[in-house]
């Protein structure tokens, strides 16, 4: 009886063996970058042939704008760089992480990566804005590439990042005045309720006799046919994603301001990636997308005001004479960023100046000749 059970127990043993050796072939790690399943600083390891890397970029535009359709195509082809080892899923329409919460979402690893629209996070990234001066910068290359070029320079505007990962950086168009109503000079805006998106659109706007109203981009339509806003400020390529072309009359084609875009990253999702996998993410999503966005936005205008005039838009073009209406208090809200972000080791006037010396520089490579 006692060999029978030492031969059961002999089978029993040799049986966990097998299984051991049944189990001890390749494996597959499906990995979210960012979480505990991966390390969090692993930056500079060798990827394995057998670890899968998901990441989730949120992005505010719709499926169809032309923005998110060109980071759908470098999540394509990151996955096909990778052999299929990192892919990045595109939430579009906000629909993973509202547009006003990117930043904080980024740092909280709701969303790995997103598209940062700067001017939402009133004070945040300050100097970043410098692009955003009212009456001043328009044209989106020479724009983006002002602001590629700050970042790339200052380290203050860098430290602005330092809780992310940046992979690129660039600027939206000018956005002009789409109302129901015509407007030619400052007192125009006068009583009447106008949404905007950003600090200095805000400042604007009230400066100029408007109440100011908050309404994310998808939410304009419907308070247009309401009536609860009277117009709004906005870019041609933005106007056509959302259809809202349909509901004004008058388009004044004058700068109200600009807007940084930083496509941003969490720093424990970017750390959790192997090195040979950073770089294939920084080659597709990296600084070059500031040029080819820029590009991006450029044949969108054009699509966009082409909207605008099929459906009916009048076009205003302000004088000299009627623009100076405007200016004075663009002016005074300059003067007061300058002395504001000035401090004993940063000249905020000179950093604007600058700014104003490369967006100058860059104007005769643009392609854009009516915006």
Not at 231 to 246: C, I, N, R
Not at 315 to 344: G, H, L, M
Request: include cysteine; proline fraction near 3%; aromatic fraction near 12%.
């Amino acid at each position: 009886m006692k060999k029978i059970k030492n031969i059961f127990a002999l089978l029993l043993v040799l049986s966990m063996l097998v299984a051991l050796c049944a189990c001890g072939g390749s494996s597959t790690t499906t990995t979210t970058a960012g979480t505990d399943s991966a390390s969090s600083d692993s930056s500079g390891s060798t990827a394995s042939t057998d670890d899968v890397y998901k990441l989730s970029f949120t992005i505010h535009d719709p499926s169809t704008s032309a923005k998110t359709q060109l980071y759908q195509e470098k999540a394509d082809a990151v996955y096909e760089a990778t052999d299929g080892h990192l892919e990045i899923t595109i939430y579009s329409s906000g629909t993973l992480v509202a547009s006003t919460d990117v930043a904080e979402a980024i740092i909280a690893g709701t969303a790995d990566m997103g598209w940062l629209f700067v001017p939402f996070f009133t004070n945040q990234f300050p100097l970043t804005e410098v692009v955003n001066m009212p009456l001043q910068f328009g044209d989106v290359y020479a724009t983006s590439m002002t602001i590629r070029d700050l970042y790339q320079e200052y380290a203050e505007l860098q430290e602005e990042w330092s809780n992310y990962k940046v992979l690129n950086i660039y600027s939206m168009p000018g956005n002009y005045l789409f109302t129901n109503f015509p407007v030619y000079t400052a007192d125009d805006l006068v009583g009447k309720n106008i949404r905007t998106s950003s600090n200095v659109g805000t400042t604007m706007i009230g400066d100029w006799g408007a109440a100011v109203m908050t309404y994310g981009p998808g939410d304009i339509y419907e308070a247009m046919q309401k009536n609860s806003i009277d117009g709004f400020t906005f870019e041609y390529s933005g106007v056509k994603s959302f259809s809202l072309q349909e509901v004004v009359s008058y388009c004044t084609e004058m700068t109200v301001m600009t807007g940084p875009f930083v496509t941003a990253m969490n720093l424990d999702s970017w750390n959790s990636l192997p090195t040979e996998y950073q770089e294939v993410l920084e080659e597709y999503f990296g600084w070059n997308i500031s040029e080819e966005m820029a590009r991006v936005y450029e044949a969108d205008l054009a699509a966009g005001k082409a909207a605008c005039e099929e459906a009916g838009v009048e076009f205003i073009k302000p004088t000299d004479e009627q623009r100076a209406t405007f200016q004075v208090a663009a002016d005074e809200f300059i003067d007061n960023w300058c002395e504001t972000y000035s401090t004993d080791g940063f000249d905020a006037r000179a950093f604007y100046e600058h700014a104003l010396e490369l967006y100058d520089s860059y104007l005769p490579d643009s392609g854009l000749t009516d915006y």
